[in-house]
């Protein structure tokens, strides 16, 4: 089994659902993260986690949200998606400030 | 200017070449730096982390010059298993602060 583990791994839904993608992770790490992937844009954070009372918006937190139900779960809510909100969707884990573990993505599209 | 620049490629290589990379940064006070390495649309992997003594795995090297502000990837006898997009990751964060900051990655296709 995977040690970060995403779901769905595929999304499709339309303008102004509620959505949310859902991480969870066995490493035992107390850092997590949430990151889009847009072709050309490469990797940007959107929210981190140090641990579970902590949450910190990152370069592009609007339009999102999160929630750290435990130190092996991290949520990402899409309150009313839009189309630009299309992109490919990373949770990471991380022990300490260096090295950074990913689960295999969400494709999400937004019609 | 971005904070971490890569020539995004393609690099195209024959089998067997050797083939080196480069990255940018712009903040003089970044800690620490990585390679990633990515296949299309999967996850990125760690490949290796920049020392500044430079570091060695197997057919990589990895090196950093701080005087310049670029880490390079350099990778020999390449094979066609390592067509892929390399990311350079820089940590500039500081105490209190997270700043770990992805390139766009640089893509390279050994052709046979």
């Known amino acids: 089994d995977a040690d970060v583990t995403q779901t769905p791994r595929n999304r499709i839904t339309k303008t102004g659902k509620r959505i949310m993608l859902e991480c969870s992770q066995t490493?035992?790490?107390?850092?997590m993260y949430w990151y889009r992937q847009d072709p050309g844009l490469g990797l940007r954070l959107i929210y981190y986690?140090?641990?579970?009372?902590?949450?910190n918006k990152g370069e592009i937190s609007d339009g999102y949200s999160v929630s750290r139900q435990a130190q092996a779960k991290f949520s990402l809510s899409l309150e009313s998606a839009i189309p630009n909100q299309t992109a490919l969707y990373f949770c990471?884990?991380?022990?300490?400030?260096?090295?950074?573990?990913f689960g295999a993505g969400t494709r999400l599209s937004v019609l | 200017r971005k904070e971490v620049e890569q020539d995004p490629g393609p690099f195209n290589v024959p089998e067997g070449a050797t083939v080196a990379f480069n990255c940018t940064y712009s903040?003089?006070?970044?800690?620490?730096f990585f390679w990633y390495r990515q296949d299309c649309r999967k996850e990125p992997k760690l490949l290796m982390s920049?020392?500044?003594s430079g570091n060695e795995d197997g057919r990589f090297t990895a090196q950093l010059n701080r005087a310049s502000q670029y880490i390079s990837l350099l990778i020999r006898d390449s094979k066609l298993s390592d067509s892929a997009t390399y990311l350079c990751?820089?940590?500039?964060?500081?105490?209190?602060?997270?700043?770990?900051?992805f390139g766009t990655g640089t893509r390279l296709k050994v052709l046979a």
């Open positions: 903040n003089s006070a970044s800690q620490s």
């Open positions: 986690s140090f641990d579970v009372k902590d949450i």
């Open positions: 490493k035992g790490h107390d850092r």
């Open positions: 920049v020392y500044s």
């Open positions: 990471a884990t991380s022990e300490n400030e260096n090295i950074q573990y």
């Open positions: 990751v820089v940590n500039s964060g500081t105490s209190g602060t997270y700043k770990y900051i």
